[in-house]
């Protein structure tokens, strides 16, 4: 891309990381595998760049490279639990009480209306086979009756000790005045017939408040990567609004526990403990929300990524769309990091998936914008992979953080990390 061509709008959109041509994208939803096709889905507004009535973009792919787009996956209905928005959650072929034979295509996500949509509605919809039309809904659970509750939503399914649960983030304004971020968990072996369990975590254990400011979880995750729990939740906070909006502060995991307690033969807590590591799953500042999946013996995570500071509401109406997916990754434990890598399929079409990997010398990589000034905007230390695609920079340390930004210039990659910019 030319200084040139740098200040037109169009050069900006990603044509590896996002399908759909126009309209807002933001965390991506209800990611699994059916058969030998993957599915994901997202936030998305078709009519505006902009994050209104939420609706569930859908794509799906064969080689985690090549994607195709699909229709809305589900919609906000009127006088529904989710008339003004389907928000975030999970998908997965259920083979519980109730699915069909071979399974039931089944999405669990955040219902929200417009009197309170703090509260959201945990509520399943199932699809016919082939993931075309889901057009059966239930109400699995309303907000909880918690003193304090300040906020509820996004939904997680796990399995542990042959028992399937749910979690859920949340936020509570304790009696002395303090604002905690909590974990909360139903049991939900039938998908449609959830039991509470109470918290599994919050910011009020010491090791996990030094985590995280927030007053709020989102986008809960508990998942079993080398042999370790790792939770994953999005910071969000709040208080201290900028311009009437909540503050994001990236997304932070937590190595550590998990307990399930038993009554007998069932399930009746869940505890997530013991933590010995927390930092952030990426330190880039345009990168939000990630949805990790058990795949087999791998866990593979896609994050979202937005134009934060890059552009002004005004630029990104402009140009009719926002935000995109990143490519996946492959979780890993190092010691006590979290790290992430491509996966074997996206390496293996490295130049379609525009990857580039490199040695222990790294690489530097610039932006020149449309006054023809090129500043360095990111670096690899040492062995890793590098992805651009236009308005996207991922940049996968072998074993280190990730870092995720938006740029709006031309992006040179210096094979070297010794590079300079004069």
Same mark, same amino acid.
């Given at each position: 891309?030319?200084?040139?061509?740098?200040?037109?709008?169009?050069?900006?959109?990603?044509?590896?990381?996002?399908?759909? *041509?126009?309209?807002?994208?933001?965390?991506?939803?209800?990611?699994?595998?059916?058969?030998?096709?993957?599915?994901?889905?997202? /936030?998305?507004?078709?009519?505006? *760049?902009?994050?209104?009535?939420?609706?569930?973009?859908?794509?799906?792919?064969?080689?985690?490279?090549?994607?195709?787009?699909?229709?809305?996956?589900?919609?906000?209905?009127?006088?529904?639990?989710?008339?003004?928005?389907?928000?975030? %959650?999970?998908?997965?072929?259920?083979? %519980?009480?109730?699915?069909?034979?071979?399974?039931?295509?089944?999405?669990?996500?955040?219902?929200?209306?417009?009197?309170?949509?703090?509260?959201?509605?945990?509520?399943?919809?199932?699809?016919?086979?082939?993931?075309?039309?889901?057009?059966?809904?239930?109400?699995?659970?309303?907000?909880?009756?918690?003193?304090?509750?300040?906020?509820?939503?996004?939904?997680?399914?796990?399995?542990?000790?042959?028992?399937?649960?749910?979690?859920?983030?949340?936020?509570?304004?304790?009696?002395?005045?303090?604002?905690?971020?909590? #974990?909360?968990?139903?049991?939900?072996? &039938?998908?449609?017939?959830?039991?509470?369990?109470?918290?599994?975590?919050?910011?009020? &254990?010491?090791?996990?408040?030094?985590?995280?400011?927030?007053?709020?979880?989102?986008?809960?995750?508990?998942?079993?990567?080398?042999? /370790?729990?790792?939770?994953?939740?999005?910071?969000?906070?709040?208080?201290?609004?900028?311009?009437?909006?909540?503050?994001?502060?990236?997304?932070?995991?937590?190595?550590?526990?998990?307990?399930?307690?038993?009554?007998?033969?069932?399930?009746?807590?869940?505890?997530?403990?013991?933590?010995?590591?927390?930092?952030?799953?990426?330190?880039?500042?345009?990168?939000?929300?990630? /949805?990790?999946?058990? &795949? %087999?013996?791998?866990?593979?995570?896609?994050?979202?990524?937005?134009?934060?500071?890059?552009?002004?509401?005004?630029?990104?109406?402009?140009?009719?769309?926002?935000?995109?997916?990143?490519?996946?990754?492959?979780?890993?434990?190092?010691?006590?990091?979290?790290?992430?890598?491509?996966?074997?399929?996206?390496?293996?079409? *490295?130049?379609?998936?525009?990857?580039?990997?490199?040695?222990?010398?790294?690489? #530097? #990589?610039?932006?020149?914008?449309?006054?023809?000034?090129?500043?360095?905007?990111?670096?690899?230390?040492?062995?890793?992979?590098?992805?651009?695609?236009?308005?996207?920079?991922?940049? #996968?340390?072998?074993?280190?953080?990730?870092?995720?930004?938006?740029?709006?210039?031309?992006?040179?990659?210096?094979?070297?990390?010794?590079?300079?910019?004069?």
């Amino acid at each position: 891309m030319t200084a040139q061509q740098a200040s037109d709008p169009t050069s900006f959109f990603p044509q590896r990381h996002r399908v759909h *041509a126009r309209g807002w994208i933001n965390d991506p939803n209800g990611i699994h595998k059916n058969g030998d096709t993957w599915h994901v889905y997202f /936030q998305w507004n078709p009519h505006s *760049a902009r994050h209104d009535r939420i609706h569930w973009g859908h794509v799906v792919s064969k080689d985690l490279v090549h994607w195709e787009e699909r229709p809305a996956a589900i919609i906000p209905r009127e006088g529904e639990a989710d008339s003004a928005g389907c928000w975030s %959650g999970v998908g997965l072929v259920d083979r %519980g009480p109730g699915a069909a034979e071979g399974g039931t295509p089944t999405l669990v996500y955040s219902g929200v209306e417009e009197a309170n949509p703090q509260f959201a509605s945990a509520i399943v919809a199932r699809s016919n086979s082939n993931e075309s039309l889901f057009d059966h809904f239930t109400v699995a659970a309303p907000a909880p009756d918690i003193e304090g509750l300040t906020g509820i939503r996004d939904p997680f399914v796990l399995e542990a000790e042959g028992h399937r649960f749910v979690i859920q983030g949340a936020g509570i304004k304790r009696e002395d005045g303090s604002h905690d971020a909590v #974990l909360l968990a139903w049991l939900a072996d &039938d998908l449609e017939r959830w039991v509470y369990l109470g918290e599994v975590a919050s910011s009020a &254990d010491p090791v996990l408040r030094d985590m995280t400011r927030s007053t709020l979880w989102e986008c809960p995750q508990l998942v079993w990567v080398d042999g /370790q729990w790792v939770l994953i939740v999005g910071l969000w906070h709040g208080e201290n609004e900028a311009e009437g909006k909540p503050v994001l502060q990236g997304s932070g995991y937590a190595l550590g526990s998990l307990e399930v307690r038993f009554d007998g033969d069932t399930p009746c807590g869940l505890r997530f403990h013991d933590v010995t590591s927390h930092g952030l799953v990426d330190q880039g500042p345009d990168f939000y929300a990630p /949805q990790a999946y058990v &795949d %087999g013996d791998r866990v593979l995570l896609w994050g979202w990524s937005w134009e934060n500071a890059s552009r002004t509401q005004e630029e990104t109406d402009a140009q009719g769309w926002a935000g995109c997916l990143t490519l996946p990754r492959e979780l890993h434990v190092e010691g006590d990091l979290l790290v992430s890598r491509f996966p074997e399929e996206v390496l293996a079409n *490295a130049g379609a998936a525009g990857v580039r990997e490199f040695g222990s010398d790294g690489c #530097l #990589l610039t932006v020149v914008d449309s006054s023809g000034v090129e500043r360095e905007v990111a670096r690899l230390e040492g062995a890793g992979a590098v992805a651009v695609d236009r308005s996207i920079i991922e940049v #996968l340390p072998e074993n280190g953080t990730p870092i995720t930004l938006r740029v709006y210039g031309e992006v040179r990659i210096h094979a070297h990390a010794a590079a300079r910019v004069s």
